[in-house]
């Protein structure tokens, strides 16, 4: 059963510093993609960035230039490394995986549980 696991969430102050990181577990092949979308309080959920499994990565345009987007296939593991942090950026981290090559423009097939980020004025 794939399974995906977000931690380094926490409250920053703006202009601070966070590493988001996602162990993904239960499958043997390579994910298409993997990804980060957050959903702040009243909003709907919106992908953050994304990477593939060539390297390709994606980002929102809300957060390019501060986010970034990483992988360590070995490990299995999702990282999100996210810099001059905004009060805006308050939200609830979700990983995200894709299977099938191809489809990572659609809906991931596996989400996390969310991690809480919250960045103070």
């Known amino acids: 059963q794939v399974q995906l696991v977000e931690s380094g969430g926490g409250s920053v102050q703006a202009g601070g510093s966070l590493k988001l990181s996602c162990a993904a577990s239960?499958?043997?092949?390579?994910?298409?993609?993997m990804g980060w979308f957050r959903q702040a309080p009243g909003q709907e959920r919106e992908r953050v960035a994304r990477i593939a499994i060539d390297g390709t990565t994606n980002y929102a345009d809300s957060v390019k230039g501060r986010f970034t987007i990483s992988q360590d296939n070995a490990k299995k593991t999702l990282y999100l490394q996210m810099n001059s942090l905004k009060p805006e950026d308050t939200a609830v981290y979700y990983c995200?995986?894709?299977?099938?090559?191809?489809?990572?423009?659609?809906?991931?097939?596996?989400w996390g549980q969310g991690t809480q980020v919250t960045v103070s004025s």
């Open positions: 239960g499958f043997t092949s390579r994910s298409a993609c």
């Open positions: 995200a995986l894709w299977i099938i090559v191809g489809y990572c423009s659609l809906p991931p097939a596996y």
